[in-house]
């Protein structure tokens, strides 16, 4: 009998996607339409917040709160060294000066008293990343604080002003490719809403039946520079069809953390870092545990790189003393749908057996 290969990520798809994104290609709308307006009202209810503005992806999420904050290249942001590159390249357009911060050794999440070091009078930002979907609480410095949920799909901390959320291939929830910020007020609500859309108020649109005019009268107009970040209605649908599992996914990835947890926390040259995301762990000897792991048909990842070292934002190693600990330890292991509770026993099994 073939072993099993237990893959790293694999996007999960129910019958009720299927079946949203076919009543969508038969009816009008395929474009944004009334099913985005219908997943922002589900994800209001199920995040509890008020002013969730649905975009096509996350990276434009994260654009989307640069723009609304004004940060341009007279500011400085600081951000988490270790994270997706798609927050910093994002911030790279808008022309600040990046400011790299150190992690803490024990969730790989921005280390707030770093951040205390690095803030001048310049700091525009910070970027809070909750890496893993370890939720990342900092202090109020009086600066915006914008909230990276790209992989912890809850509603926003009380730290964080703007929330944006990620809804790509191999999320919690996908719908292909998109994603979400979050705002606080009605008045940026609106505005973010315009600005998706090139900055045209598509609800005015929408009152006039769509027609550019009204008794040769102009029916909408564009009073601030947009954006082409809308998302659509294919999309919607299959975050409506995800919706619908939303718990059934955030329970097995809690039971399969608990197990992992459970079967790894006394192995000598292993620490549990944990996630809800991944599954992140630091261990000695890191390329002759990944090698152990891919012979026996287990796929592991390293996810994120630390951006300091990419040729865009200088290429140079920057002095992170958590960061440089960290570097040559930390590893991800398989955590989505079509892993089971017998995957992990397995997996944990060859782990324990040494490497």
Known sequence: MKRKTIVMFHPYINDYMRKEVQDTLNSRWIGQGPKVDLFEEKIKKLFQVKYPVAVNSGTSALSLAYHLIGIDKNSEVITSVLNCSADAVALSHFGPKIVFADIRRDTMNIDPEDIKKKITNKTRAIINVHLSGNPSIIPNFGIPVIGDYAQMHYSPLSSDDYACYSFQAIKHLTIGDGGMIVVRSEKEYARAKKLRWFGIDREKKRWANY?????????????????????TDLAASLGLGALKEYKKIMDHHERLCILYENNLSDISGLMVIGGIWSFPVLVERRDDFAKKLADNGIETNLVQVRNDILTVFGGKRRNLPNMNWIEDKYIHLPLHMYVTGKDVERICGIIRGGW
Do not use: P
């Open 211 to 231: 027609q550019a005019y009204l008794g040769r009268e102009m029916t909408t107009d564009i009073e601030e520079v947009g954006f082409k970040w809308q998302t």
